[in-house]
């Protein structure tokens, strides 16, 4: 059943904790976590960027004009819909016509439509395409999320909507979740005032992190729009900030941006019994990318528990997906596929790319990954 029409509970408006004074509150609550009766869990799902080429675009005109991207996520529906809140990157526009993919994206707004239906409740907008379209494109964007009921994180109309939107703060199942956003950079284009975009700049994220804890956010979980284009290790740099993130409150770090995947990883707080998922890059959700390993992604399942007074991680693991294009297929829709488990009837040719982009995939994540396993889905 989709979630499609899904209401969140979602508060735009938890102190900052590190070192020493976040284990005295651990440890100071967690004789009592040990016996305590778990209260309840919570299923989060991070997908890659959702792009859109002109490829893509073509395909899902009509002949009346307008346009329709349902076919596109039949085949993960389902699975997107299973979570308590499923979360996306998306790279593109809202800019209105002429719609144009790369270099400066601008996509139908029943795209949007159709990633709403396909179950995915809140969209990172906080990219490096995210001022494509200047002033009216961002503002464009954030207005047809908003219609569409889409809570969206890292991009802004003017101060007053950054403050009384973020960090997005995300009620369910009893949790509260922050969820903060940051982007490198905007491909050389300056947001123009009031608009604001969410950069990466450790003054603000440090004020950021205070002002969630402030509003007593259960977990911080960091989306980062950052690394090096189709390159499948991080550079230092990330690994870097992700290890400064988290000294400063933040409980999981989610990457985006190379369009390619990249290591993820459980490692251990330097405190507590904490552990903290870093996932560098989740790649591509659907595109019409044609350099090497860009037809494919990762859907990140996190799981959370609480146990007494403490939120812990209960589990985390990947699904792998990959876009088959029209051109494999003799016409029709871009279409997401299970990598694992596609359906029935595809083609030699979908066959033959599928089975390149896993057997990479799966080498990659089996030298690279710590403690995070491969999850499977029909």
């Known amino acids: 059943m989709s979630k499609g029409n899904k209401n969140l509970d979602v508060f735009y408006f938890p102190f900052l904790w590190r070192g020493w004074g976040r284990a005295f509150l651990f440890f100071l609550f967690f004789p009592f976590s040990l016996s305590a009766q778990e209260f309840g869990r919570i299923t989060l799902l991070f997908a890659g960027d959702l792009m859109q080429h002109q490829g893509q675009i073509d395909a899902a005109r009509r002949p009346d004009g307008s346009y329709d991207y349902t076919p596109c996520f039949q085949y993960v529906k389902e699975e997107v819909s299973r979570a308590d809140v499923a979360i996306a990157n998306l790279e593109v526009t809202l800019a209105g016509r002429p719609y144009r993919g790369y270099p400066q994206f ?19 907008t906080a990219n490096n395409h995210c001022l494509d379209r200047r002033q009216k494109g961002l503002e464009r964007t954030i207005r047809v999320l908003d219609s569409l009921q889409i809570p969206s994180v890292g991009t802004y109309t003017d101060k007053s909507d950054r403050e009384s939107r973020y960090p997005l703060i995300i009620e369910r199942n009893g949790f509260r979740i922050a969820l903060l956003a940051y982007t490198y950079a905007t491909n050389g284009i300056e947001a123009q005032a009031p608009n604001i975009v969410n950069y990466i700049d450790k003054t603000q994220i440090m004020e950021d992190i205070r002002k969630a804890r402030m509003q007593k956010a259960d ?32 409980d999981h770090v ?39 390993n860009t037809d494919g992604g990762a859907m990140l399942k996190l799981e959370l ?24 297929r003799g016409g029709g829709n871009y279409l ?8 029935e ?31 499977f889905f029909k």
């Open 254 to 292: 989610i990457g985006g941006h190379p369009h390619v995947l990249q290591p993820m990883e459980i490692r251990p707080d330097d405190y507590t019994a904490a552990r903290h998922v870093v996932v560098y890059s989740l790649g591509n959700y659907i595109s019409n990318m044609s350099a090497p």
């Open 345 to 375: 009837g595809i083609t030699p040719e979908e066959k033959s790319r599928l089975s390149t982009f896993l057997q990479k995939a799966r080498n990659l994540f089996k030298k690279n990954n710590i403690d995070i396993k491969e999850y």
């Open 106 to 124: 601008s996509a139908p707004d029943e795209y949007a439509q159709a990633v709403k239906e396909a179950g995915f409740d809140v969209l990172l």
């Open 305 to 328: 528990k609480r146990i007494g007074h403490i939120t812990a991680l209960a589990d985390c693991s990947y699904s792998l997906v990959w876009t088959s294009r029209p051109s494999l």
């Open 336 to 343: 997401l596929y299970p990598a694992a488990n596609p359906p």
């Open 219 to 250: 977990v911080i979980i960091a989306c980062m729009h950052w690394g090096i284009e189709y390159r499948m290790l991080p550079e230092y740099q990330e690994r870097q900030m992700a290890d400064w993130l988290i000294a400063q409150g933040v």
